[in-house]
C-alpha cells in the first residue's frame, strides 16, 4: 500500500494525536505534583534560592555594679556587611569600597576568610562603623552592589580602661572556637566574651540571635532589604549584678593615673565575706577598641608593648610575696604553740644572722635589737622571722602553707588565673636541684620572709588577709557568685587572730607604714618589698580598716616601686575614701616617676600638705641557698 494512502495518514495522525495526549498527561501530572502536592516543598525552596539570611545580634545583657550604676552597656551603632555570588565579584566591590572606607591588606584577608566559611550570608565588612562612614558608604551605593547596613547594639564601657581587666572585651567568634564548642550555642558571626566578666559569663550575657531576610535576584545581587519576609526578634540577655563599687574602681584608676602614671602593677578590695569590692590592673587598655573588631596596627600595638597591657596583674602574675607572708610564718608559729606574742628570740637583730657558712641580712643593717612577735611584725624584723622559721621547720612551712591556701587558686569567678608556686614537700627541691644542690636550711629561712620557691598573685594575698580581719577563714572571692563555698581555716584562736591585728595596726602606727597612717581611721596593714632580679625590686601593701571591725581589705603591688612604704599611700587612701567617704583627706603622699620615664623606680613626692618622714622598709637581700647545709 502507499505511504502516502489515506488510511495510512489516518494511522499516523492517531498515533500523534495519542502522543501528545500521553506527553499532555504527563505534563499535567508533574505540574500537580509540583505545584499542588509538592507546593510546600518547592515554595521553600524557591524562597531560599530568593532570600537570603541576615543574622540580627542580640544584645547583650547589662553589667551593674553593687548600687546599679552601669560597667558595661549597649549603645546603637552601625555593622556594614557585602553580599556577593562569588569570591571574584566581593574582590571587586572591595576594591570601590576601599575608595570610600579605608581598609589593609590584612583586613581584606579576613574579610575573604569570612566570606569562604559562609558564602551565602552577607560577609562582615566593618563592625563598628560610624555614622559619617554609613553615610558615605550610603553617597555611593549605587556603585557598590550588595550593600547591607544593619543598625546593631553596639558594647560600650563607659569607665573604659578604670575597668578593662575586670570586665574584659567582646570579639567575633573564631573558626577555631567553633570547632572546640568553647561556646555553646556561637554560630558564625556571634558576638562573645573574650576576657573578664565578659568571658565568664557569656552564656548569660550572650542572648540569642535574630533573623531578618533580605531579597536576591537569580544572579545573588541584592534587590530589596526591607520588608521582604517576617524577620524573628532577637532576644537580648540576662543583666548581671556584681559585688563591684565603681565609685570605688574609679577612685583606684583616678588615684593611680595621676598620683602614679606609668607605673605597672595592681589593687584588689574585698569584702571579709570574699566579695570583690575593686580590681584594677595597670597598665590597661580600651575595651571600647575591641568591639566591632579590633584594628590590626591596635592589636599589635597592644601586643608589642613591654608593659603588657593585655595582661591582668592581679589574677595572671606572680611575684614573691616578701613580708606579707610574715603574717603566715607567726600564724603557723601560734597555731603551733612554737610562740606567743611576747616570745623573743634567742639571738636579738644585729643586722643579719650567721647560719652555717652564711650570713643573712635584715633589711636594717643597723639592727633592731631584741623584739617580741608584735614589735618584729610592726618593724618587719627578717632575723626575729628567720629564727621563727627555723624553730617551724621547712616542712611545716610548706604542709601549713598548703592548707592556707597558698598553693592554690584563689578560685575568683574570671578566667585565667593562674596557680601560685608553692611547693607541697621538701622533695619539690630534690627534684629541681637535685638532693645536694640545695640548703634545708636557706630555703627555710627564706620561706619564712616570703622569698624563695613561693610566688603569689595580688588576689590571693588579699584573701589570706581577708581570713586574718575575719574569724580566720580565708573566704572564696567572687564578682558576681562564688564557684564553691570552700574556705581556708588559719586554724587560729580569736584571741590569736586579735594579736595579729593589733600587730598589723603597729606596722601602721609605729612602723614601716607609719609614713601613710590616718589620722581619723584605724588602719591594720602590712608593707614587703619582692626581689627582682630584672631590676628595682617591687613594692607591696596588704592593708585593712577599721582595724577593730574591717570592713574591706585592700591588696596591692607596684612593680619597681622599691619599698612596700611607697605603696602604703596609696592603699591606705583607698581604705580611708570606702570607709570614711569622700572629701576627708588621707595619707598625704603621691608617688611619681622619675623624669626619665622607664618604670625603674619610683619616689615620694609630697603634696602640699605635711607629711611624716616615710619610713624604710624591709628590703631583704638574703643569697642563694647555700649548696649544703650547716
Not at 566591590?93 to 569570612?114: K, Y
Not at 572556637?177 to 566578666?197: I, K, N
Not at 569584702?271 to 577598641?289: C, H
Request: net charge neutral; aromatic share 8%; charged share 20%.
Amino acid at each position: 500500500m502507499n505511504e502516502f494512502h489515506s488510511y495510512r495518514r489516518a494511522e499516523r495522525a492517531g498515533i500523534a494525536r495519542w502522543f501528545f495526549v500521553a506527553t499532555f498527561l504527563v505534563l499535567v501530572v508533574a505540574f500537580f505534583r509540583t505545584q499542588v502536592v509538592q507546593h510546600e516543598r518547592f515554595r521553600v525552596r524557591a524562597e531560599k534560592n530568593r532570600l537570603r539570611i541576615v543574622p540580627l545580634v542580640a544584645p547583650r545583657g547589662i553589667i551593674y555594679d553593687r548600687n546599679g550604676l552601669i560597667i558595661a552597656e549597649n549603645v546603637p551603632g552601625y555593622a556594614i556587611k557585602l553580599l556577593a555570588p562569588s569570591q571574584d565579584s566581593l574582590h571587586a566591590v572591595l576594591a570601590r569600597f576601599r575608595e570610600v572606607v579605608p581598609l589593609d591588606t590584612s583586613e581584606v584577608g579576613g574579610i575573604m576568610s569570612r566570606y569562604r566559611q559562609a558564602p551565602y550570608q552577607p560577609v562582615l565588612v566593618v563592625g563598628n562603623g560610624t555614622f559619617e562612614m554609613v553615610s558615605r558608604l550610603e553617597e555611593h551605593r549605587a556603585v557598590l552592589p550588595g550593600l547591607v547596613i544593619q543598625s546593631e547594639p553596639r558594647r560600650y564601657y563607659p569607665d573604659g580602661p578604670a575597668v578593662a581587666h575586670l570586665v574584659g572585651y567582646v570579639g567575633e567568634v573564631s573558626e577555631r572556637d567553633l570547632e572546640s564548642d568553647r561556646f555553646p550555642g556561637a554560630q558564625l558571626g556571634t558576638v562573645v566574651g573574650r576576657a573578664g566578666l565578659e568571658q565568664e559569663y557569656d552564656k548569660e550575657l550572650r542572648g540569642r540571635p535574630g533573623v531578618h531576610y533580605v531579597e536576591v535576584n537569580a544572579r545573588g545581587r541584592l534587590v530589596r532589604e526591607e520588608n521582604v519576609a517576617p524577620a524573628l526578634a532577637a532576644i537580648p540577655g540576662e543583666a548581671i549584678r556584681t559585688t563591684i563599687d565603681l565609685t570605688l574602681q574609679r577612685y583606684i584608676d583616678s588615684l593611680w593615673q595621676a598620683a602614679a602614671p606609668g607605673v605597672r602593677g595592681s589593687m584588689v578590695a574585698l569584702t571579709p565575706t570574699g566579695e570583690v569590692l575593686a580590681l584594677y590592673s595597670a597598665p590597661g587598655y580600651d575595651p571600647n577598641a575591641f568591639v566591632g573588631g579590633i584594628s590590626t596596627e591596635e592589636w599589635r600595638r597592644l601586643n608589642d608593648d613591654p608593659a603588657r597591657p593585655l595582661l591582668d596583674r592581679a589574677i595572671q602574675t606572680r611575684y614573691p610575696p616578701a613580708s606579707p607572708f610574715k603574717l603566715a610564718t607567726a600564724a603557723m608559729a601560734l597555731k603551733r604553740g612554737i610562740a606567743t606574742f611576747t616570745t623573743h628570740m634567742p639571738e636579738p637583730c644585729r643586722g643579719g644572722l650567721q647560719v652555717g657558712n652564711r650570713y643573712f641580712r635584715c633589711w636594717k643593717p643597723e639592727g633592731h635589737g631584741s623584739l617580741d612577735l608584735e614589735g618584729a611584725i610592726a618593724k618587719s624584723c627578717d632575723v626575729y622571722f628567720y629564727q621563727l622559721g627555723l624553730r617551724i621547720g621547712l616542712d611545716a612551712i610548706l604542709s601549713d602553707g598548703v592548707l592556707m591556701g597558698f598553693r592554690e587558686r584563689s578560685g575568683i569567678d574570671l578566667e585565667n588565673e593562674i596557680a601560685p608556686i608553692y611547693p607541697s614537700n621538701a622533695a619539690y627541691f630534690d627534684r629541681k636541684y637535685g638532693p645536694r644542690g640545695w640548703s634545708k636550711w636557706g630555703a627555710t629561712l627564706n620561706f619564712s620572709i616570703g622569698q624563695g620557691e613561693n610566688t603569689q598573685n595580688v588576689i590571693n594575698m588579699t584573701r589570706f588577709y581577708a581570713a586574718l580581719a575575719s574569724g580566720g577563714e580565708a573566704p572564696t572571692p567572687y564578682i558576681v557568685r562564688p564557684r564553691s563555698d570552700q574556705v581556708r581555716d588559719l586554724g587560729l584562736t580569736p584571741e590569736q587572730l586579735m594579736g595579729l591585728r593589733t600587730a598589723l595596726i603597729a606596722v601602721v602606727e609605729r612602723g614601716t607604714a607609719a609614713a601613710s597612717r590616718s589620722i581619723d581611721l584605724s588602719i591594720a596593714g602590712k608593707t614587703g618589698t619582692a626581689q627582682n632580679s630584672h631590676g628595682e625590686d617591687h613594692g607591696w601593701y596588704v592593708g585593712f580598716a577599721p582595724a577593730e571591725k574591717p570592713q574591706i581589705i585592700v591588696g596591692s603591688i607596684m612593680e619597681f616601686a622599691e619599698h612596700g612604704s611607697n605603696v602604703a599611700p596609696f592603699v591606705n587612701r583607698v581604705l580611708h575614701r570606702y570607709v570614711a567617704g569622700p572629701g576627708i583627706p588621707a595619707a598625704p603622699s603621691v608617688i611619681a616617676l622619675p623624669a626619665d620615664s622607664a618604670p625603674r623606680s619610683m619616689q615620694i613626692v609630697p603634696d602640699s600638705t605635711p607629711q611624716v618622714d616615710p619610713v624604710a622598709d624591709d628590703t631583704v637581700l638574703p643569697p642563694p641557698p647555700a649548696p649544703s647545709g650547716p
